[in-house]
């Protein structure tokens, strides 16, 4: 027994030294992106990776907040993701909630929701419908395609069929009708669920990129990850930030510590929503895989 509790801790230790190994992976291109950043251009002129700024520079970011393109950008991608949210919720918890009544059709509208998700129709009739409806060089087009996930329906569904039934009864017998019960007694009580969700879509959201360079043309409309992809992947950061915002600096950082800052910042908002929405993602990440 001793030799076997021995052995445990020597198990224990191993696992925490090679997560921590791993976690410090992970966070090593973080702080990288960091330090590159805030660094100024003798560093890097002079270092090939940097972990620590020797000479501390914040003109890279008096650049991006300088530019009104990036700006907008970043109202961009809040507006969709706020909205795109509330509106891929508010979607997706009425339809699941009613595909759990024993209404005409149900059986078949969720066969046609799980066919969705083994079978899509691809890329270019998604297009053609979203050209066809007038959302093209809109933000529409990058909110209303994709509102409801197949995958987040179905799960969501499952949680509500975990609910006791007893309390809906309950609500029906006061003269509840169904939508009351669904705002009174339903919500309520999947706040773990919603909370996940909600995670799940602002990610989806924020990191919206390929949607915004199909469906729009105006720059002026351009999320912030589309911005981010001309910066860092095309290497436009002049043409992106404007070359009025670059005569202006009274030292010009290098595009290298600009496209940095820029990446920084993009990532830096969501993550933030991570420890707020913790203590119900842990529990809500589970919903659905068990039924009792």
Not at 262 to 277: D, E, K, Q, R
Request: aromatic share 12%; charged share 10%; net charge neutral.
């Amino acid at each position: 027994m001793n030799s076997r509790s021995y052995m445990e801790k020597i198990w224990d230790n191993i696992n925490v030294i090679v997560l921590a190994i791993i976690a410090g992976m992970m966070l090593l291109p973080f702080i990288h992106i960091f330090a590159v950043s805030f660094s100024s251009l003798e560093d890097v002129l002079q270092k090939e990776f940097i972990l620590w700024p020797t000479h501390w520079a914040i003109d890279s970011y008096t650049a991006i907040f300088s530019s009104k393109q990036f700006v907008n950008s970043i109202g961009v991608t809040i507006y969709i993701t706020v909205v795109g949210s509330i509106i891929s919720l508010v979607l997706t918890t009425s339809m699941a909630y009613a595909l759990t009544r024993n209404a005409m059709g149900q059986r078949v509208i969720l066969l046609m929701v799980i066919f969705t998700i083994l079978f899509n129709a691809g890329m270019i009739p998604v297009y053609l419908v979203v050209k066809s409806t007038g959302l093209m060089n809109t933000l529409w087009a990058l909110v209303i395609p994709g509102a409801i996930s197949s995958f987040n329906l179905i799960v969501i569904r499952q949680f509500f069929l975990s609910i006791p039934t007893e309390l809906s009864e309950a609500a029906l017998i006061d003269g509840a009708n169904e939508i009351r019960t669904f705002w009174s007694i339903v919500l309520p009580l999947s706040k773990p669920a919603l909370a996940t969700f909600a995670l799940f879509y602002a990610v989806g959201h924020w990191n919206k990129y390929f949607e915004g360079i199909l469906y729009l043309n105006n720059p002026a409309k351009w999320p912030i990850q589309v911005v981010l992809r001309q910066m860092v992947i095309m290497n436009e950061t002049t043409s992106m930030l404007g070359a009025d915002v670059m005569m202006q600096l009274e030292n010009q950082p290098p595009p290298v510590t600009i496209q940095m800052a820029a990446i920084l910042v993009a990532t830096l908002p969501i993550l933030v929503l991570y420890p707020f929405l913790q203590k119900h993602f842990t529990k809500g990440v589970m919903i659905g895989s068990v039924k009792g």
